[in-house]
């Protein structure tokens, strides 16, 4: 069954760019949607953005002026970038697949804590 | 952005028990809404789709429904497994958002 797996430092400091990689086992990434989403600590999920395994990208509005999501097909993995963080940008990072262009996220990855903070 | 709400924030129930949860969008998602768990430490799990479809191996004590604007996802008989938080998630349209979640308790 298909796995995911994130991994990336765990602290970045504010005003750095976050970045995060997710590996993706079990199946290939090609004919997917893949997605991050994030939760601070103790609060909600919030829906970061997807890349489609052709490239094409699609980010929450909230945060679009900062990230970029790309992907290595060679690799089976994805990857996301957050410029200019800040400690509102501290949360637990998820990867995710979507099977269709719009569906639910199945399956997750464990996630990744990563702390804004100097 | 739609708004998802869920309700109740927090509740309160026992082993046995039947449980329902509510999940209102701010406007009409059709059947596009997932139910999700997660527990502490752990990432959400998939529990329907949809609306009202089961994810393969999750219990039959699960079970969703609505269509609209309004949702709610049925524990028919709680096991201790079941205490958890759990999220709705609307795909109806981008930004994909989610509720702000319901806390199951003991």
């Known amino acids: 069954q298909v796995q995911l797996q994130e991994s990336g430092p765990g602290l970045v400091k504010p005003s750095e760019t976050l970045s995060l990689t997710c590996t993706v086992s079990?199946?290939?990434?090609?004919?997917?949607?893949w997605s991050w989403i994030r939760q601070p600590p103790g609060k909600g999920l919030e829906w970061i953005g997807y890349?489609?395994?052709?490239?094409?990208?699609n980010y929450n509005p909230s945060l679009k002026s900062r990230v970029t999501i790309s992907l290595d097909t060679s690799k089976n993995q994805f990857s996301l970038k957050l410029s200019s963080v800040t400690a509102a940008d501290t949360a637990i990072y998820y990867c995710?697949?979507?099977?269709?262009?719009?569906?639910?996220?199945?399956?997750w990855g464990q996630g990744t804590l990563v702390t804004v903070s100097s | 952005d739609i708004q998802m709400t869920q309700s109740p924030s927090t509740l309160s129930a026992s082993v046995g028990d039947r449980v329902t949860i509510t999940c209102r969008a701010s406007q009409s998602i059709s059947s596009w809404l997932a139910w999700y768990q997660q527990k502490p430490g752990k990432a959400p799990k998939l529990l329907i789709y949809k609306a009202s479809s089961l994810d393969s191996g999750v219990p039959s004590r699960f079970s969703g429904g609505g269509s609209g604007t309004e949702f709610t996802l049925t524990i028919s008989s709680l096991q201790p497994d079941d205490f958890a938080t759990y999220y709705c998630?609307?795909?109806?349209?981008?930004?994909?958002?989610f509720g702000q979640g319901t806390k199951l308790e003991i």
């Open positions: 995710a697949r979507n099977l269709y262009y719009e569906s639910w996220f199945d399956p």
């Open positions: 079990g199946d290939s990434i090609t004919g997917y949607y």
């Open positions: 890349i489609y395994y052709t490239g094409s990208t």
């Open positions: 998630q609307q795909y109806d349209s981008y930004p994909y958002t």
